[in-house]
């Protein structure tokens, strides 16, 4: 087991190989803060797989451009809530590049409806995705990095969840279920060098939050959504060597609306 | 590349695998039990991982639980290598 030499940020890959030997998967990357996220840990010389569900074009395309730029980037067709498609995710990159050393459960989807009338299948469809799948990915993933000694989980969570949002039961169970799972996770691995964390955006200007009011922009202290950039930016951190003593906890990205 | 898991071949490698997790290699043996040894869940996980590694046998979370001494793993390992 070897401890690879870790160098300061913004190296790129190609002559050589800044991080630990292993790769980074980022699940639902294609676009919004995923897409962001994969090339922000691209450009710190990960080999970052790349999932998307149906949106080839967009995943091929940033794979495309990460490369362009000296990067590693692997698109893979996998829906987080298919069990088969994301073995094969894991096992392809593992043969490819290494261990998965860094997770970023980041696929996400909305179905909005007042309780009392969400049905069944809207209520599934959404925790399955938000969360069942972020925890499935998760087990998979901390072996091999309780082995190396040394990974870091990033769970994309909300500010949704510890704060209500009217027609999202169902989004703020599974991001609250999230943050849950965060801590318990991060605390059964932390000797190990592992570190479990969440970050909760507010609004961030990605396609899961197209039809937000000027209203309530309005309604944020920062007048104005996030960006992606500056979600990714935190996920970097995280995800970094230096955060090497920040597990179990919530970093919120949100312009100050719940503060 | 995985090993053939012999009795022999999977006792070193549970053997050797105990002390990396922190067991007093002076107690390691078929008849102690991980709790003899302070190996936890946790460094249970990382010997099935070391496991796999060696003779890909996967252990899955319902195998590991029942699972008391140093020799019920090495028996396992190899009536599941078989």
Redesign the interface.
Known sequence: MTDATVQANGARAGAERPVREGCALVTGASRGIGAATARALAAEGWPVGITFRADREGAEALAHEIETEGGIAVPIAADVTDADAMEAAFARLEAEHGSVLVLVNNAGVRDDNIAAQLDDEAWERVVDTNLNAAFRATRRA???M??ARWGRIVNVASVVGPRANVGQANYAAAKAGLIGMTKTVAV??A??GVTVNAVAPGFVETKLTEDVSAETLGAIPARRAGTPEEVAACIRFLASEEASYVTGTTLVVDGGLSA | MTTKATDEAVQKVIFDGLAEVGADPDRINRDATFEELDVDSLDVVELAQIVEDEFGVRLEGDDLKGLETVGQVIDLVVERAS
């Open positions: 901390l072996r091999p309780i082995r059964e691995v000797r190990r």
